[in-house]
């Protein structure tokens, strides 16, 4: 079992920059991860993954913008966002597939069985 905190967020104007983080309370190294997030009225969606290996991949939406990365000493998982648009804004949550995960690529919600609370992110124009 693996409880994920996420941090960071906030507020931008369009253009701007900003970081979410997610520390883990166990080790991570087998897990993969990733980033979602819900917009009001909107389904929950996903942002970016990575998997044990460091692979990652990128909704079409924030391709280019996003860099998904983690640190598995620091048991920690950030996402920098980049050139925000007023559509980036929703809250973001941090998810774990484990505690062991296979090599494929996990993007859908019922991959992840280990979800944060999340943090919220808002755009203005």
């Known amino acids: 079992q693996v409880q994920l905190v996420e941090s960071g967020g906030g507020s931008s104007p369009a253009g701007g920059s900003l970081r979410v983080s997610c520390v883990a309370s166990?080790?991570?190294?087998?897990?993969?991860m990733g980033w979602f997030r819900q917009a009001p009225g909107k389904e929950r969606e996903v942002v970016a993954t990575i998997g044990r290996g460091g692979g990652t991949t990128y909704a079409d939406s924030v391709n280019g913008r996003f860099t998904v990365d983690r640190d598995n000493a620091m048991r920690t998982l950030t996402l920098d966002m980049n050139s925000l648009r007023p559509e980036d804004t929703a809250i973001y949550y941090c998810?774990?597939?484990?505690?062991?995960?296979?090599?494929?690529?996990?993007?859908?919600?019922?991959?992840?069985?280990?979800w944060g609370q999340g943090t919220q992110v808002t755009v203005s124009p």
């Open positions: 166990a080790d991570i190294t087998f897990y993969c």
């Open positions: 998810a774990a597939r484990g505690p062991w995960c296979g090599g494929a690529v996990y993007q859908r919600r019922d991959d992840y069985n280990f």
